[in-house]
């Protein structure tokens, strides 16, 4: 079993450990070779800390441009949430919905980040067919489904602003149609269909990484965990297990997985949160007519604690949602039974649907709830992408490259200009698991009130 860890309070993820237990790690089939542990010694122009999406693709980004760049993961490829989170990449940015980022901080703004999600998805596409990444793609469309009656008009609103702000084709599908030509249950009052998400295999998509970084140049060393990080005069120098390595500029690609005392420029910024999952059995025929579950959508609802599922391609339901505060045993075994209870109270017919893997993760929110891809405010040689408040397939892949791009000094693709600043701190950010707490109290009540 992968020891528990806390990005709060311990100092690195681990040495070298295993992909996490899951339904991914069971069938993602041999990962590609790294380029073992990092040397006693080595040069570059970037060092990128983390091994995830974010951190293969600046390093194949910057390959592109021509700048050498060595990668340090702690564990492997994908250890962390890039290599078990749920597969959905989907247009997102934060937490806000397009009518809401409208109504805060005008059209212009509204209209950067819409452009940057879109952006987002296509650099996806762009890297799978590059890297001629197997990695189950499905064009899979996302519903966001009303949980309660009550939600249908926010979900109705969206899809007229999407449409008439942005000339997108979202729409708002009755509960009716929903029910009988996607998923039938008992929480499906209607849903907003984004055309536009696909359905991955997270973790062979990692590996589709990997592998492009390295075939354009980039070192990934595995099993590396960066232990501490001084800097002599322009040089910054990168302590490992194993000796030390020299960069011009640093990358902080360690998202959830970020130890608070990894550089002064992230501490007390990021809040990790947990997110489970659980994968059922596969269903049989007559579980997946009872529930009507016909959709390969990839699924999300309209609470504050959003769950999200879909059905795989090998008939199992894969069903995920936050909830737990701490990484114990005890917390993730009543995580998995909870799930597993209203996975089951959304689709009458699964009763006896059992459970065959669950895991769980560390995604990261940031104060203003806004991933932020930028530099330390006293030294432009640290940079980092973060913060993407538990949807990040799509974007940590665009950050990644956005940030390659700009260390190469290339010009700016079109970014949310609030993207662009320093993180916030959090004030008494040693105490946050107590407001985090009432959060979720207060979420929960909210979800379950019109
Ligand atoms: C359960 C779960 C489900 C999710 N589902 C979805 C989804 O369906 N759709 C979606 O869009 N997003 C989802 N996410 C979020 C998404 O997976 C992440 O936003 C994204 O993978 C972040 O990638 P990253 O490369 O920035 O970070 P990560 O993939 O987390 O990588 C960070 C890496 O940094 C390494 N590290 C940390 N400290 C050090 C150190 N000192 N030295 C060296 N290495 C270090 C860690 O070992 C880790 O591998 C989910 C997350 C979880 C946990």
């Given at each position: ?140 469309g996302h519903l966001k489904i009303a949980h309660r009656a009550s939600r249908t008009d926010e979900l109705k609103r969206e899809a007229a602003?999407l449409q ?5 084709p979202a729409e708002f599908i009755e509960a009716d149609e929903l029910r009988s030509r996607h998923v039938g249950g008992l929480q499906s009052f209607g849903a907003l269909r984004i055309p ?96 009507n579950?016909v959709t390969?959508h990839?699924l999300t609802d309209s ?148």
């Open positions: 079993m992968v020891p528990p860890y806390d990005p709060l309070t311990d100092a690195t993820p681990g040495t070298a450990l295993t992909h996490v237990s899951s339904y991914w790690a069971a069938t993602a089939g041999e990962m590609p070779a790294d380029d073992g542990p990092a040397p006693a010694q080595a040069d570059t122009e970037v060092a990128i800390i983390g091994g995830g999406y974010t951190g293969l693709s600046c390093a194949y980004h910057l390959a592109r441009h021509g700048i050498r760049s060595i990668v340090l993961e702690a564990n492997r490829a994908g250890w962390g949430c890039s290599g078990r989170n749920g597969g959905f990449a989907r247009m997102a940015l934060g937490r806000l919905t397009t009518a809401q980022m409208i109504a805060e901080w005008g059209h212009s703004a509204a209209s950067d980040a819409f452009t940057m999600m879109r952006a987002s998805l296509a650099n996806v596409r762009t890297m799978i067919a590059d890297g001629n990444i197997a990695c189950d793609a499905l064009e899979a602003v008439r702000d942005f000339d997108y536009d998400a696909l359905a991955v295999h997270p973790l062979k998509l990692t590996a589709g990484v990997l592998n492009m970084a390295r075939a354009a140049g980039a070192r990934v060393h595995g099993a590396s965990p960066v232990t501490a990080w001084s800097k002599r005069g322009a040089e910054h120098i990168l302590t490992t297990p194993f000796g030390s390595v020299r960069a011009k500029t640093v990358v902080i690609a360690t998202n959830g997985y970020t130890p608070q005392l990894l550089h002064p420029a992230v501490r007390a910024t990021l809040l990790p949160v947990l997110s489970h999952i659980i994968v059922t059995r596969p269903l049989t025929a007559g579980e997946i007519a009872a529930a579950f390969r990839v609470r504050r604690l959003l769950y999200y599922w879909r059905r795989l391609p090998d008939d199992r339901i894969l069903f995920g949602g936050r909830g737990a505060l701490t990484d114990h045993p005890k917390t993730n075994a009543r995580q998995r039974e909870f799930l597993l209870a209203e996975l089951k109270s959304k689709y009458p017919g699964l009763e006896q649907v059992t459970v065959d893997y669950d895991w769980h993760g560390w995604v990261c929110l940031t104060r203003d709830f806004l991933p932020h891809i930028y530099h330390a405010h006293d030294d432009r040689t640290v940079r980092y992408a973060l913060g993407y408040q538990g949807s990040g397939v799509a974007l940590s892949l665009y950050a990644g490259r956005l940030l390659a791009q700009s260390i190469a000094g290339s010009p700016a693709e079109p970014l949310l200009p609030q993207i662009y600043l320093p993180l916030a701190r959090y004030p008494l950010h040693n105490l946050i698991r107590i407001p985090q707490r009432l959060a979720y109290l207060w979420y929960k009540h909210l979800d379950n009130s019109d």
